[in-house]
């Protein structure tokens, strides 16, 4: 069972950057498509970004395009969001989820890490 563990979040003051880790255990990422999710207080659970299995093609939501880099590194089993510039409405619970290839869903999720953009 793949289980995967978010980390790198924490409090920044805007015009910051943090660089958020999902490591992966029990399996390997090389095969899974990775997102990355964010859920602030009272609003609907976003996909940030994403990154595909084998040609590493990225994409990102409107929101964070030009500030957050999706990366992958296999040989270490972990995905990061480079995250540049952050602003206030960028606080979260940020998530990383695994989607296995060929699947739509995304079948494995972290515990979550906070990030928190504030003066």
């Known amino acids: 069972q793949l289980q995967l563990v978010e980390s790198g979040g924490g409090l920044v003051q805007p015009g910051g950057s943090l660089r958020l880790s999902c490591t992966a255990s029990g399996g390997t990422l090389d095969y899974h498509a990775i997102g990355w999710f964010r859920q602030a207080p009272g609003k609907e659970r976003e996909r940030v970004s994403c990154i595909d299995s084998s040609e590493g093609r990225t994409d990102y939501a409107d929101s964070v395009k030009g500030r957050f880099t999706i990366s992958r590194d296999n040989a270490k089993n972990t995905v990061y969001l480079q995250m540049n510039s952050l602003k206030s409405e960028d606080t979260a619970v940020y998530y990383c989820?695994?989607?296995?290839?060929?699947?739509?869903?995304?079948?494995?999720w972290g515990q979550g890490t906070q990030v928190t953009v504030s003066s």
């Open positions: 989820a695994a989607r296995s290839t060929g699947r739509t869903n995304y079948d494995y």
